[in-house]
Nanobody
């Protein structure tokens, strides 16, 4: 069982920045991949970024060049640095972890970008 706790969401003006954190209850070395997803009202949950245990990152086209995913193994925490935020980035952001055959989700954190 992997527990994930997101934090760092909030209200920010367009063009601003936020850093989301996802703290895992286990060492990141036991997790195959960690991802950030988001879900806007009335829309399906979509992939934002992923980071594999080998350090490979992948980003959705809509956030490339603006968002950066990183990790701190000592803190069992992954981050999503979000710059140049746009109103269309408004959503609940969820942390996701794949460990073996299982997938785990955090409770989500709200990000609201005002125009």
């Amino acid at each position: 069982q992997v527990q994930l706790v997101e934090s760092g969401g909030g209200l920010v003006q367009a063009g601003g920045s936020l850093r989301l954190s996802c703290a895992a209850s286990v060492t990141l070395f036991s997790i195959n991949a960690v991802g950030w997803y988001r879900q806007a009202p009335g829309k399906q949950r979509e992939l934002v970024a992923t980071l594999t245990s080998g350090g490979i990152t992948n980003y959705a086209d809509s956030v490339k060049g603006r968002f950066t995913m990183s990790r701190d193994n000592a803190k069992n925490t992954v981050y999503l640095q979000m710059n140049s935020l746009r109103p269309e980035d408004t959503a609940v952001y969820y942390c996701n972890a794949e460990s073996g055959a299982y997938t785990f989700w955090g409770q989500g954190t709200q990000v609201t970008v005002s125009s």
